[in-house]
């Protein structure tokens, strides 16, 4: 095992907030109201989503092992380095990569789709060209930039105060989740019918939202990249991380 190379200052709470902000994104917000509910209706997405959890209970406990087994920067990469040889590190650290690159840019170009619907077409200006008929705009271009170099500052700079900032930001997340949630079931004036998608057996479309869910393993990810730097034991990484 090699000298760890990093300042011990990722908690366990921060790596929690770290892995939820690295897992929920533009594709849990819209593609599971877009996509889950038009495949199997709002009882088959809630209860593929729950297995789907199930699922990612099993991927987290294997992370966790691999993290305590090889506490080093790298994450899935150097465990495959180390227990199946270099060329097999080097698929899995390619295999990642595209991983990150194609959810970056969508992540990141959500954020004009997010103005544009809570304030209207205000970044609509300094049109550049068109793409498959769609008008690119220099307005539209500038809070995804911005947005990436402030976090790529906090990151770099401010590693405890990225933190403190995940952390409310997970927090205060979480807590609109569950309170929209739990007022979408209290306002309800009458039963959700239909509960699944009409003409199709329920336990397929439970199956088949369950089997969408582990995408979301990017977050598990993420934190197995931050193993030098967490403050306490490896040992309790599958605390924060199910």
Same mark, same amino acid.
């Given at each position: 095992?090699?000298?760890?190379?990093?300042?011990?200052?990722?908690?366990?709470?921060?790596?929690?907030?770290?892995?939820?902000?690295?897992?929920?994104?533009?594709?849990?917000?819209?593609?599971?109201?877009?996509?889950?509910?038009?495949?199997? +209706?709002?009882?088959? *997405?809630?209860?593929?989503? /729950?297995? +789907?959890?199930? /699922?990612?209970?099993?991927?987290? #406990?294997?992370?966790?092992?691999?993290?305590?087994?090889?506490?080093?920067?790298?994450?899935?990469?150097?465990?495959?380095?180390?227990?199946?040889?270099?060329?097999?590190?080097?698929?899995?650290?390619?295999?990642? *990569?595209?991983?990150?690159?194609?959810?970056?840019?969508?992540?990141?170009?959500?954020?004009?789709?997010?103005?544009?619907?809570?304030?209207?077409?205000?970044?609509?200006?300094? #049109?550049?060209?068109?793409?498959?008929?769609?008008?690119?705009?220099?307005?539209?271009?500038?809070?995804?930039?911005?947005?990436?170099?402030? &976090?790529?500052?906090?990151?770099? %700079?401010?590693?405890?105060?990225?933190?403190?900032?995940?952390?409310?930001?997970?927090?205060?997340? /979480?807590? +609109?989740?569950?309170?929209?949630?739990?007022?979408?079931?209290? %306002?309800?004036? %009458?039963?959700? *019918?239909?509960?699944?998608?009409?003409?199709?057996?329920? &336990?397929?479309?439970?199956?088949?939202?369950?089997? &969408?869910?582990?995408?979301?393993?990017?977050?598990?990810? *993420? &934190?197995?990249?931050?193993?030098?730097?967490?403050?306490?034991?490896?040992?309790?990484?599958? +605390?924060?991380?199910?």
């Amino acid at each position: 095992m090699s000298e760890n190379r990093f300042s011990q200052n990722l908690t366990p709470f921060g790596a929690w907030a770290f892995a939820i902000g690295t897992s929920i994104g533009w594709g849990s917000l819209v593609v599971t109201s877009n996509t889950y509910l038009a495949q199997a +209706g709002p009882m088959g *997405s809630v209860l593929g989503m /729950v297995f +789907g959890a199930v /699922v990612m209970l099993f991927i987290s #406990r294997n992370y966790a092992y691999m993290m305590q087994c090889y506490p080093e920067a790298g994450g899935a990469y150097n465990y495959a380095k180390e227990v199946f040889g270099h060329d097999y590190g080097f698929l899995t650290a390619w295999f990642l *990569s595209l991983t990150y690159l194609a959810i970056l840019w969508a992540n990141a170009t959500s954020l004009p789709l997010f103005i544009r619907y809570f304030i209207g077409d205000v970044l609509r200006f300094g #049109r550049m060209y068109s793409l498959f008929d769609y008008d690119i705009f220099l307005g539209k271009a500038i809070p995804p930039i911005a947005a990436i170099v402030l &976090i790529a500052w906090l990151c770099t %700079r401010g590693k405890k105060q990225a933190a403190r900032l995940m952390g409310g930001l997970a927090i205060l997340f /979480v807590a +609109g989740i569950t309170a929209v949630f739990a007022l979408s079931f209290l %306002r309800l004036d %009458r039963p959700l *019918s239909p509960a699944f998608v009409p003409d199709t057996a329920g &336990i397929s479309q439970i199956i088949k939202i369950a089997v &969408i869910s582990p995408w979301a393993f990017i977050g598990f990810e *993420s &934190i197995s990249h931050g193993a030098e730097e967490f403050s306490s034991s490896a040992a309790k990484s599958f +605390g924060f991380l199910w």
